[in-house]
């Protein structure tokens, strides 16, 4: 195991190599700039600009430079918000998005493993219908009409809960979290209640679950010490890439119950052509999917001892 766990990190690196080389002429050879406008900008100014950021230089130049700077943990000036470099813009804004994330998906997995059980276990029952019919919404309604609607219930008619904020800047309270997290966490908790169920129901029906009913096993150990192994598998496997596309934000929710996230960078640096910037958020992704993806194959060993690496 030991072998094979620092192989993959040694294999993250050519990945995350070719993510930047790849994103890096990707968003420069797409039309625009940074500094393109409704109003051109004089041919002088903007030759001192390019200058200063060196982008007067070859493109090959400015990807060795370019990489360079990453390797030393320096993702560049952002050449839209104006004295801010990209990591204060990312690691800022990043430890909000993974408490929400975090919350969210804890959320997530509580009542979707929980209820996903249950459903299995009580298959073609009201307890069956009934989750997996909230699982069904999940999976249809999208988050931008989920968000207003917990906001119209919960903060506009019920006033229960705010509208809108965050209780990381010290001005509110915790209850701010509230609708953003089960705002967040509807569409993952469907995809885990399903997979829970039709795992469950798999795993139930395998020889060694019948094997243990014969032998006079209480219904509890046979679930929980038995088949909640083999039918946790999905869900890690799922979780890897679920958990870094959730820490690293939601666009949608962030904006309607304004958190102070790193979702709103993902569009908003397309928009500016902020070429530093998108590139910056494509690597704190995609790092953070790649380490995920690591850890899911250690867990999938630990869950099931039939799995070696080599």
């Given at each position: ?18 993510i930047v080389t790849l994103s890096f002429f990707i ?28 982008m007067d230089e070859p493109l090959i130049q400015q ?173 890690v496997s799922y979780l890897g890439p679920a958990f ?67």
């Amino acid at each position: 195991m030991s072998k094979y766990i620092i192989k993959r990190l040694i294999g993250m690196i050519p990945t995350l190599l070719v993510i930047v080389t790849l994103s890096f002429f990707i968003v420069r050879i797409a039309p625009g700039g940074p500094f393109d406008g409704e109003r051109a900008l004089p041919e002088v100014i903007k030759r001192n600009i390019e200058a200063k950021y060196h982008m007067d230089e070859p493109l090959i130049q400015q990807y060795g430079r370019y990489l360079f700077d990453v390797l030393r943990g320096d993702l560049g000036p952002s050449y839209k918000y104006k004295d801010h470099d990209v990591n204060s813009l990312i690691f800022n804004s990043l430890p909000n998005s993974i408490i929400l994330g975090c919350m969210a998906m804890a959320v997530a997995l509580v009542f979707g493993i929980s209820l996903g059980i249950t459903a299995a276990l009580k298959q073609n029952t009201v307890l069956d219908y009934v989750p997996m019919a909230l699982a069904a919404l999940g999976l249809s309604i999208p988050l931008f009409v989920v968000g207003p609607l917990l906001q119209y219930i919960f903060a506009m008619q019920l006033k229960i809960l705010p509208t809108s904020g965050w209780f990381m800047d010290g001005e509110t309270t915790f209850a701010t979290a509230v609708l953003p997290v089960v705002s967040l966490s509807f569409a993952y908790y469907a995809d885990v209640a399903r997979l829970t169920r039709s795992s469950m129901l798999e795993t139930l029906r395998s020889d060694y679950i019948r094997t243990a009913k014969a032998k006079g096993m209480k219904q509890s150990t046979i679930i929980f010490k038995h088949a909640m192994k083999g039918a946790m598998l999905p869900i890690v496997s799922y979780l890897g890439p679920a958990f870094a596309g959730i820490i690293t934000g939601s666009i949608v929710v962030e904006q309607v119950f304004r958190v102070p996230g790193l979702g709103k960078f993902f569009v908003q640096s397309s928009f500016n052509r902020d070429y530093t910037l998108i590139v910056g958020v494509v690597i704190v992704y995609s790092t953070i999917l790649v380490i995920m993806n690591f850890l899911v194959d250690i867990v999938y060993s630990l869950l099931d001892p039939r799995i070696t690496y080599k």
